[in-house]
């Protein structure tokens, strides 16, 4: 089992910047050896894949947020942040975290509650 929090979402205008951050807990895995990613959901819209990040730092971007949003880890601390700059209206959904555990060739996913992003125009 993996818990993860989010933290760090909000209202901002277009134009801005966010940073979110997801710590892992009462993990029976260690952090170091997670893939890591967020992904969010807005009204209506089916949840998509924002960023993610392996446990030997390859990071993946959707299309949208390349050059906009930048994802890293620090094992120290059990932590996983989305950068988020240049906002815009349409980033606005819930951002959620998640962490894929590989164990005995299976992966298995688990996702935090999310955290409410809204950007203004």
């Known amino acids: 089992q993996v818990q993860l929090v989010e933290s760090g979402g909000g209202l901002v205008q277009a134009g801005g910047s966010l940073r979110l951050s997801c710590a892992a807990s009462?993990?029976?895995?260690?952090?170091?050896?997670?893939?890591m990613a967020w992904y969010r959901q807005a009204p209506g819209n089916e949840r998509e894949l924002v960023a993610r990040?392996?446990?030997?730092?390859?990071?993946t971007y959707a299309e949208s947020v390349k050059g906009r949003f930048t994802i890293s880890r620090d094992n120290a601390k059990n932590t996983v942040y989305l950068e988020m700059n240049s906002l815009k209206p349409e980033d606005t959904a819930v951002y959620y975290c998640?962490?894929?555990?590989?164990?005995?060739?299976?992966?298995?996913?688990?996702w935090g509650q999310g955290t409410q992003v809204t950007v203004s125009s």
């Open positions: 998640n962490a894929g555990v590989l164990q005995r060739g299976t992966w298995s996913y688990y």
């Open positions: 009462r993990s029976t895995f260690r952090f170091y050896s997670m893939a």
């Open positions: 990040i392996t446990s030997s730092t390859s990071t």
